[in-house]
């Protein structure tokens, strides 16, 4: 393979909501003599389609930008592309390398993965002053521009013949967000006898989730409920309460030496205990990521197996196989769900997709490393309506097809989530692209050599 050269500027952002502005930010910096790529840069002919983002974020990319709205960074997508380019700046020791800019009245503080210590572009207050500041950043820091540089009658022509038109018609999509729809009172603190590390030994049959704090324990579950899972001879003792309710409306700064975001994080961290315990007794099999959270799927059984029953975004009754077996590959694939509980103004769970691959249904493969090959290769023609339409058939059911999914999380205490995901209204909508609808299609993947690649 020759040897890379970083001239990529690579552009993440949330679909279908930022399409717009990235399609004028791409068409401004292709013309300023950059190479471009995000997910609407097919439009100007003759660029690679890269079969891998990991390969062109890790390999190719000279600078990474990042387009935050208030939505942007819940979306998995966003959430991947960003997590390989911070992966790759440790990797290669890149300075500068991602460049996060602002096009809505998102704070620009409180950012995660620590982006509000970086210097963030505003184009909030007009997109062409965010991209002088932009061409001022990028020819600082030495990014290569290209010599077959395209004319402006060019990059229009490949606009007005893309087969990606933005066209203004109104319609719905739909997020990967569960509303939380309720939650408890309280989160509540005690004191036990004990190291903390001593407490599981404890517990070992409470199914209420919690965690430890400053040397008490913290959960939902009231000092009744979660005595009744001790010894006898071990008694609780109550020490303070968190009002969740007052926490999300008034945020104060700190609440009885907790601060507001160590809580909400804590407050996540309980709620995941609790989903996964959750898919857990609904009989569904874990999968545990690089990341170290759980992907959950559904074995291959009677129940599972087959055509199973939803609701399209429109109402209408179709059906969808979660399972699937390629005979060119040997392997059932499975599709999973990860989640991301975010706890605060708007209380919801984000959904993060995934496809496990298994050689008897059941178990995962133990090869970690061609499951992540399987994954890439075999899901590269799934497009947007077929990932759309799995997580409407998994979410109908693991709910039982209600309009709630009651999580127990102590006692006879739940939170309640949509078991539908949040639709989202547009106004503009892509032009069909084509792509392959691959439901039917048994696409083998010749690992061997593309390990030799």
Same mark, same amino acid.
């Given at each position: 393979?020759?040897?890379?050269?970083?001239?990529?500027?690579?552009?993440?952002?949330?679909?279908? *909501?930022?399409?717009?502005?990235?399609?004028?930010? @791409? $068409?401004?910096?292709?013309?300023?003599?950059?190479?471009?790529?995000?997910d609407v840069t097919q439009l100007f002919g003759g660029e690679k389609w890269w079969d891998e983002i990991e390969e062109a974020i890790d390999g190719f990319t000279s600078k990474f930008v990042l387009v935050i709205t208030k939505?942007?960074?819940?979306?998995?997508?966003?959430?991947?592309?960003?997590?390989?380019?911070?992966?790759?700046?440790?990797?290669?020791?890149?300075?500068?390398?991602?460049?996060?800019?602002?096009?809505?009245?998102?704070?620009?503080? /409180?950012?995660?993965? *620590?982006?509000?210590?970086?210097?963030?572009?505003?184009?909030?207050?007009?997109?062409?002053? /965010?991209?002088?500041?932009?061409?001022?950043?990028?020819?600082?820091?030495?990014?290569?521009?290209?010599?077959?540089? #395209?004319?402006?009658?060019?990059?229009?022509?490949?606009?007005?013949?893309?087969?990606?038109?933005?066209?203004?018609? $109104?319609?719905?999509?739909?997020?990967?967000?569960?509303?939380?729809?309720?939650?408890?009172?309280?989160?509540?603190?005690?004191?036990?006898?004990?190291?903390?590390?001593?407490?599981?030994?404890?517990?070992?049959?409470?199914?209420?989730?919690?965690?430890?704090?400053?040397?008490?324990?913290?959960?939902?579950?009231?000092?009744?409920?979660?005595?009744?899972?001790?010894?006898?001879?071990?008694?609780?003792? @109550?020490?303070?309460?968190?009002?969740?309710?007052?926490?999300?409306?008034?945020?104060?700064?700190?609440? *009885?030496?907790?601060?507001?975001? =160590?809580?909400?994080?804590?407050?996540? +961290?309980?709620?995941? #205990?609790?989903?996964?315990?959750?898919?857990?007794?609904?009989?569904?099999?874990?999968?545990?990521?690089?990341? /170290?959270?759980?992907?959950?799927?559904?074995?291959?059984?009677?129940?599972?197996?087959?055509?199973?029953?939803?609701? =399209?975004? +429109?109402?209408?009754?179709?059906?969808?196989?979660?399972? /699937?077996?390629?005979?060119?590959?040997?392997?059932?694939?499975?599709?999973?769900?990860?989640?991301?509980?975010?706890?605060?103004?708007?209380?919801?769970?984000?959904?993060?997709?995934?496809?496990?691959?298994?050689?008897?249904?059941?178990?995962?493969?133990?090869?970690?490393?061609?499951?992540?090959?399987?994954?890439?290769?075999?899901?590269? @023609?799934?497009?947007?309506?077929?990932?759309?339409?799995?997580?409407?058939?998994?979410?109908?059911?693991?709910?039982?097809?209600?309009?709630?999914?009651?999580?127990?999380?102590?006692?006879?205490?739940?939170?309640?989530?949509?078991?539908?995901?949040?639709?989202? *209204?547009?106004?503009?909508?892509?032009?069909?692209?084509?792509?392959?609808? @691959?439901?039917?299609?048994?696409?083998?993947?010749?690992?061997?050599?593309?390990?030799?690649?």
């Amino acid at each position: 393979m020759e040897e890379r050269k970083r001239n990529l500027v690579f552009i993440s952002h949330a679909t279908p *909501e930022d399409n717009i502005f990235v399609m004028w930010l @791409s $068409t401004r910096l292709k013309l300023l003599g950059y190479e471009v790529w995000s997910d609407v840069t097919q439009l100007f002919g003759g660029e690679k389609w890269w079969d891998e983002i990991e390969e062109a974020i890790d390999g190719f990319t000279s600078k990474f930008v990042l387009v935050i709205t208030k939505t942007s960074l819940t979306k998995p997508g966003v959430i991947r592309e960003l997590e390989s380019a911070i992966a790759a700046e440790k990797k290669h020791d890149l300075e500068r390398f991602i460049i996060p800019i602002i096009i809505d009245d998102s704070s620009f503080g /409180g950012q995660p993965y *620590e982006l509000s210590e970086r210097n963030i572009i505003d184009f909030s207050g007009g997109w062409a002053n /965010g991209l002088e500041k932009m061409r001022v950043r990028l020819d600082r820091d030495d990014v290569p521009l290209k010599l077959d540089n #395209q004319s402006l009658g060019e990059v229009l022509s490949a606009l007005s013949h893309s087969a990606h038109q933005i066209l203004e018609q $109104t319609d719905v999509a739909l997020s990967s967000e569960l509303k939380i729809e309720s939650f408890p009172e309280t989160l509540n603190f005690f004191r036990l006898p004990g190291k903390p590390e001593e407490w599981k030994k404890l517990l070992p049959s409470c199914p209420c989730p919690w965690f430890q704090w400053r040397g008490l324990l913290a959960s939902f579950a009231d000092k009744e409920t979660l005595q009744a899972f001790l010894p006898g001879h071990i008694r609780l003792t @109550s020490d303070l309460s968190l009002e969740l309710d007052a926490l999300l409306n008034n945020q104060p700064r700190n609440h *009885e030496s907790f601060q507001v975001r =160590d809580a909400l994080n804590q407050v996540n +961290y309980l709620i995941m #205990q609790a989903w996964n315990q959750h898919m857990a007794d609904l009989g569904l099999l874990q999968f545990e990521m690089a990341n /170290g959270y759980l992907a959950w799927y559904f074995p291959e059984d009677e129940s599972s197996s087959g055509m199973l029953p939803y609701k =399209d975004i +429109y109402g209408v009754s179709r059906r969808k196989q979660l399972i /699937g077996f390629s005979p060119k590959n040997n392997l059932h694939w499975h599709y999973a769900i990860e989640i991301r509980p975010q706890f605060g103004h708007k209380p919801k769970v984000q959904l993060i997709p995934h496809v496990i691959f298994t050689d008897d249904g059941v178990k995962p493969l133990l090869d970690t490393a061609k499951m992540h090959r399987m994954r890439r290769r075999f899901c590269k @023609s799934w497009w947007n309506p077929r990932w759309r339409d799995l997580l409407l058939a998994y979410m109908n059911q693991i709910s039982e097809e209600q309009e709630l999914i009651d999580i127990a999380i102590g006692g006879e205490l739940t939170f309640s989530v949509a078991s539908r995901p949040t639709l989202l *209204e547009t106004d503009y909508v892509l032009g069909e692209g084509g792509g392959l609808n @691959s439901d039917d299609e048994d696409v083998y993947v010749d690992l061997e050599s593309e390990e030799e690649v």
